[in-house]
């Protein structure tokens, strides 16, 4: 990717697969000082390890290191609630509720918020909502 295409707040993945291989990164700050090569380089990326390796971790690279490591943006997944989930591992949903994917402890979880509500690949997930159309109309 182009160093310019980098952006706080986004994920992106490292275009490997498998679950050895495969990487993701949200970037959290830019310009972050950084003495990476031992010269004070000042266009660190600072990024929280979402998946792979040291997920949970944060660290610093270069922009342009970080650019050459990421082979694309991670899309938003989103889910609509169609049938209560009243209790779920730290929160639960109601209907309409709009949920979010992340990696939590290592799954891909459904959120609301920041809290955990059901694995996507549950029978609460499959019982209880519906993926969110991407489509543009």
Same mark, same amino acid.
């Given at each position: ?13 490292? *275009? ?71 209790? *779920? ?6 209907? *309409? ?41």
């Amino acid at each position: 990717m182009s160093p310019n295409e980098i952006e706080v707040g986004k994920t992106y993945h490292n *275009g490997k697969s498998g679950a050895r291989s495969y990487s993701e990164r949200k970037v959290l700050e830019m310009n972050v000082r950084t003495n990476w090569d031992g010269g004070g380089i000042t266009d660190g990326v600072q990024y929280l390890q979402i998946a792979g390796r040291y997920a949970g971790t944060e660290s610093v690279l270069p922009l342009h290191s970080f650019a050459r490591w990421a082979r694309g943006e991670v899309p938003k997944e989103e889910y609509r609630v169609i049938k209560d989930i009243p209790e *779920g591992w730290e929160t639960g949903a109601q209907v *309409g509720d709009i949920l979010t994917v992340a990696h939590w402890h290592g799954d891909k979880t459904l959120m609301k918020g920041d809290k955990a509500v059901c694995d996507i690949d549950s029978e609460c997930a499959r019982e209880h909502c519906e993926p969110v159309s991407q489509e543009k109309g």
